[in-house]
C-alpha cells in the first residue's frame, strides 16, 4: 500500500526498491558473519531484531525520497558502491604471500651443517642453484613449464630474487638486459597467483601485474609468460593465460 513519510505520498514501488536494498544488504551481510569473532554475533542479532528490520526500511524509504533527484540519485549511487565494495573486502581471504614456511626454508640456515666460520652445528645457507630445488613450492604445470623450455640451471638475479619474493618479501632487482629477469618476476608471480584461496573472481582483476617500458617488451613478457601457463590449461581450455593490454 501507499504510505506518508514526513509529509511526502510514497508509492508501493519505492518501498519494494527499498525492501529489495535491505533483503541483499542483510543477505551480504549473513555468509561473512561466522568469519567474525563475537562482533559477528551482535551484528546477527541487531539486524535479527524486528525494531532493527523498521528501522532499515524507514531508511530505505528516506534512500527512496533521496533517489528522486538526480544528485540525490548519484549520491545514492555512490553509497551503495562504497557499501558494496566494503562488504566485498569483508568476505575476501586474507591473500598468501608467504609460500616457502611449511616447506624447505630455501633461503635461510639449515641446522645440524656448518656455517663459513667453520663452527659445528651452527649452519650454512642453502643457495639453490636450479628451479627443481623449489620443486615443493611450484604448480605442477610450472614446473612442467620451465622443465619443456629448457629453464634448469637459474641465473644470479633468478638465485637471489625467488627465495625473496616466494617468501614474501618485497624486492627491487636491478641486473643488465639478458640477465634472466623476465623468469625472476614471472614465477614468483605465478606462484602467487596459483596460490591464493578461493573463491576469484573475474572482478577482482588481475592478481599479478606487469610493467613494461615499450610495447615490444610488453609482448615478448606476455610470450614467455604464456608459454610457461599453457599446461595449466587442461582439456576444457580453464586455466591461467597472459593479456598485453
Known sequence: RGSRFCGASIGPAPIRRGRRVVSNVMASLAPAAPRLPAAAMALRRFLAAPATRRRLLTAAAM??????????????????????????????????????????????????????????????????????????????????????????????????????????????????????????FLVPAMVHVAGQPSPLRASDGPVALVLAPTRELAVQIGAVADGLMRFSRGAGGRGYQAAVL
Request: with cysteine; hydrophobic share 40%.
Open 63 to 184: 534512500l527512496a525520497l533521496l533517489a528522486v533527484s538526480p544528485r540525490g540519485r548519484r549520491s545514492l549511487r555512490s553509497t551503495l558502491l562504497a557499501l558494496g565494495d566494503w562488504l566485498v573486502r569483508l568476505r575476501q581471504p586474507t591473500p598468501r604471500r608467504d609460500f616457502l614456511t611449511g616447506v624447505v626454508d630455501l633461503g635461510q640456515p639449515q641446522p645440524g651443517s656448518d656455517d663459513s666460520r667453520g663452527r659445528p652445528g651452527a649452519a650454512a645457507k642453502v643457495d639453490p642453484c636450479r628451479f627443481a630445488d623449489f620443486g615443493a613450492v611450484f604448480p605442477s604445470w610450472l614446473a612442467e613449464g620451465l622443465r619443456r623450455g629448457a629453464f634448469d640451471t637459474m641465473k644470479p638475479i633468478q638465485r637471489k630474487v625467488l627465495p625473496l619474493a616466494l617468501g614474501g618479501r618485497d624486492v627491487v632487482g636491478i641486473a643488465p638486459t639478458g640477465s634472466g629477469k623476465t623468469l625472476a
